[in-house]
T-cell receptor, first 112, second 116 residues
């Protein structure tokens, strides 16, 4: 399977704490993207990092990319209960066609 | 802003019947759309790439005669699950590339299919 792996599978933290999720992938990529999915809903794009970038910020989100290790991390700072969702990394491979390969996902629960 | 819609949001059908799911791009045109399926607490698996005006491209292991895709216009792609069986029960999600880039996709809200 070409699917990426994410860890942890599930993460439970208190509001205000930081949450870190990791993603590993298998093939060469053009970019890596992080998406969020609320239970039973579609996905919302959070942030994209290109293969020649190492770190990117967007609000409370910080993404890193290490292409030598084929891994990425998503950090959510000062988490809120509303951040409770599943988070997926997705890679856009060099094969073209805009096809995304999703990781296994991390279920984040932020408790009050 | 650009949005992708799906209809229906959920459907229950009897085994052996066919079910059609629509995916529409609102306020933008999509020559390509993607269809995914997602089992409970699992990730999205790409099923096929829907191409406007031409045949869909299916991923390995996906039966093209089972999952019929039609992309007849620049704003509509349909997925028909033919002769559905309980193992076809899943969450089906479509997406379309963000118009003008940057390589991201807009996802529909998904369709929950339950086959009895």
């Amino acid at each position: 399977s070409q699917q990426g792996e994410e860890d942890p599978q599930a993460l439970s933290i208190q509001e205000g704490e930081n949450a870190t999720m990791n993603c590993s992938y298998k093939t060469s990529i053009n970019n890596l993207q992080w998406y969020r999915q609320n239970s039973g809903r579609g996905l919302v794009h959070l942030i994209l990092i290109r293969s020649n970038e190492r770190e990117k910020h967007s609000g409370r989100l910080r993404v890193t990319l290490d292409t030598s290790k084929k891994s990425s991390s998503l950090l959510i700072t000062a988490s809120r209960a509303a951040d409770t969702a599943s988070y997926f990394c997705a890679t856009d491979g060099t094969g073209g066609g805009n096809k995304l390969t999703f990781g296994t996902g991390t279920q984040l629960k932020v408790e009050l | 802003g650009a949005v992708v819609s799906q209809h229906p949001s959920w459907v229950i059908c009897k085994s052996g019947t066919s079910v059609k799911i629509e995916c529409r791009s609102l306020d933008f045109q999509a020559t390509t759309m993607f269809w995914y399926r997602q089992f409970p607490k699992q990730s999205l698996m790409l099923m096929a790439t829907s191409n406007e005006g031409s045949k869909a491209t299916y991923e390995q292991g996906v039966e093209k005669d089972k999952f019929l895709i039609n992309h007849a216009s620049l704003t509509l792609s349909t997925l028909t699950v033919t002769s559905a069986h309980p193992e076809d029960s899943s969450f089906y999600i479509c997406s379309a590339p963000t118009p003008g880039g940057p390589d991201t996709q807009y996802f529909g809200p998904g369709t929950r299919l339950t086959v009895l």
